[in-house]
């Protein structure tokens, strides 16, 4: 049966941002199609999908890989909208970065145009990154939608991760101009670390990013130099509202807060004694880039609004990782 408000497609629907994302539109009324990755062993544990209040009558889950463009063409079709947030993750630079960068591309084309042959696709969300707008040269301390990150400095660089943030810099592009070369309405959200609570079993990696201090992750206390942040039901509320205005056109920056390292050293040590965070003095010596800070204005000129703060973001992680055993 479908929803009152139509069917819509979320890709990549076991990730941290997808599976809220799903919830929330489930919550919402709408019928939901989903795609997972081929899983030959049947071993990837999906039922907390199937679970989701509304999904027994509403979410059905197809099997599509961005290596097969083709593959999402049955998920798609006869659906009014399409949220694509599924995307190679690997932070470890482990495939060459033109291979993740050409799969990624193709990917998310092939998706553009399953959603053209459809007839039936209005709009297109597409989940892009921070690391698509603030890895350049320049020295402004608050960037917005007219940055993008610099790809030949990049790929000049040996930072961890580079490759994501190349695939998402170039992928971004290729979406927003594809977009406007077929007359398909496509609208792309950008969103910082991701923080707070999740409903995958996978422990997210922007979640453990944010979480290095609680961890002990030092070789990732660089990420929380000068730290910008969202949480993630802010950032799937922000799909769905950008889903739904009628104005809705081009990039929006979603990002509610920023930190800094030493700021967060002593939030976090008053706020929960019970782990043995480490002091601004001992931080001293992290040495990596301050990023500058990100403008969410036109998105909240547009009518949106934050709910959550920092305190939200950590108490609900921090909740969840205990609950999850992470903790």
């Known amino acids: ?13 076991t990730g941290f941002i997808a599976s809220w994302l799903i919830m929330r539109l ?15 062993d049947g071993s990837r544990d999906i039922s907390f999908l199937k679970n989701l209040p509304g999904a027994s009558e509403r979410l059905r889950i197809f099997t599509a890989d961005l290596g097969d463009p083709e593959s999402f063409g049955p998920a798609i079709a006869g659906c009014v909208g399409v949220f694509h947030v599924a995307t190679p993750v690997d932070f470890e630079d482990r495939e060459p970065e033109p291979v993740v960068t050409k799969r990624c591309i193709e990917g998310t ?24 707008v603030l890895l350049n040269n320049s020295n402004a301390d608050i960037q917005d939608e007219d940055s ?32 406007e070369r077929h007359g398909l309405e496509v609208v792309s959200v950008v969103p910082p670390f991701v923080h707070g ?15 290095a201090m609680v961890l002990g992750n030092e070789n990732q206390y660089w990420f929380l130099l000068r730290m910008c942040l969202v949480h993630v039901d802010d950032v799937v509320r922000a799909h769905i509202f950008l889903f739904e205005h009628p104005d809705a056109k081009g990039r929006y920056i979603c990002s509610s807060a920023m930190i800094t390292i030493e700021e967060m050293s002593k939030f976090l040590s008053e706020r929960y004694p019970e ?3 480490p002091s601004p003095e001992s931080l001293k010596e992290v040495k990596g880039p301050r990023f500058a800070s990100l403008s969410s204005r036109k998105l909240l000129d547009a009518g949106f609004e934050f709910k959550y703060g920092i305190e939200d973001m950590f108490d609900g992680a921090i909740k969840c990782c205990k609950e999850k055993g992470y903790l």
């Open 197 to 211: 609570p999740f409903i995958c079993p996978k422990f997210a990696a922007s979640v453990q990013n944010c979480l």
């Open 109 to 132: 084309l092939g998706i553009l145009r399953a959603c053209l042959n459809s007839k039936t696709v209005k709009r297109v969300v597409y989940t892009s990154s921070a690391s698509a």
């Open 275 to 277: 782990f043995q965070i």
């Open 1 to 13: 049966m479908e929803g009152n408000k139509g069917a819509v497609c979320v890709t990549g629907g």
């Open 26 to 40: 489930l919550e919402r009324g709408y019928s939901v199609r989903t795609t997972v990755r081929h899983d030959p």
């Open 148 to 179: 993008w990150s610099d790809v030949e400095s990049l790929r000049g660089m040996r930072m961890p991760g580079a490759s994501y943030a190349i695939s998402k810099t170039l992928t971004e592009k290729a979406v927003l101009e594809f977009g």
